[in-house]
């Protein structure tokens, strides 16, 4: 059980277009997911917490309007790189944290999005 | 704020050596404590965690020991396996700051036959 899956699994994409990664807990229903991005050998960052039916909450520092990130569901949550830049090629992580484990707060990760932007 | 510090890496062990990674952490509340491994090209996998105070986790061989008055979580193994090569990262989760989960920087372990 607690299954996160991520599409796609690595994307390649042109300099100035958009690209959208899923998050999709499999189940389990997930009211709060978390969007991480991780450099080379580095640790995850925290880049916004989503939560089902409201607007996203960023991290200082985290470009809202270049990260769009969707939560329409208690099952899928979306990220969306708008105008990317050869900077924002990385790793990209989502978790999702499980409605009965608000009181251990654990997450479940997804197996993470490389993205390359050329 | 609060903020996990874990031991550089790489860490290099031979097959069936002791390991010892160690976490300290600083925090305003009382937050739970988490162990996650990374296999080369995975996401991140819970390992062990730890609610509160002198809670042991445990999993795998794995073990953690909630300490705070020394406010640490330090992960250890009395056998490590070839398998176990990955990266590990600790972190902390408050209540007080909405669960969001901060890790520390991820010790590279190697373990080699």
């Known amino acids: 059980g607690a299954v996160v899956s991520q599409h796609p699994s690595w994307v390649i994409c042109k300099s100035g277009t958009s690209v959208k990664i899923e998050c999709r807990s499999l189940?389990?229903?997930?009211?709060?997911m978390f969007w991480y991005r991780q450099f080379p050998k580095q640790s995850l960052m925290l880049m916004a917490t989503?939560?089902?039916?409201?607007?996203?909450?960023?991290e200082q520092g985290v470009e809202k309007d270049k990260f769009l990130i969707n939560h329409a569901s208690l099952t899928l949550s979306t990220l969306t790189v708008t105008s990317a830049h050869p900077e924002d090629s990385s790793f990209y992580i989502c978790?999702?944290?499980?409605?009965?484990?608000?009181?251990?707060?654990?997450?479940?990760f997804g197996p993470g999005t490389r993205l390359t932007v050329t | 704020g609060n903020s996990v510090t874990q031991m550089e890496g790489p860490v290099t062990l031979s097959e069936e050596a002791f390991l010892t990674i160690n976490c300290t952490y600083t925090?305003?509340?009382?937050?739970?404590l988490f162990w996650y491994v990374q296999y080369p090209g995975e996401g991140l996998q819970l390992l062990l965690k730890?609610?509160?105070?002198?809670d042991k986790g445990s999993n795998k061989g794995f073990e953690a020991t909630y300490r705070k008055e020394t406010t640490s979580f330090h992960l250890e193994k009395g056998s490590v396996q070839v398998s176990d090569s990955a990266v590990y990262f600790c972190?902390?989760?408050?209540?007080?700051?909405?669960?969001?989960?901060?890790f520390g920087q991820g010790t590279e372990l190697s373990v080699k036959p």
């Open positions: 978790s999702a944290r499980p409605e009965e484990a608000a009181t251990s707060y654990e997450q479940y």
């Open positions: 989503s939560n089902e039916g409201s607007k996203a909450t960023y």
């Open positions: 972190a902390l989760s408050d209540r007080n700051q909405g669960g969001k989960l901060i």
């Open positions: 189940d389990f229903q997930a009211t709060t």
């Open positions: 925090a305003t509340g009382y937050p739970s």
């Open positions: 730890a609610t509160k105070a002198d």
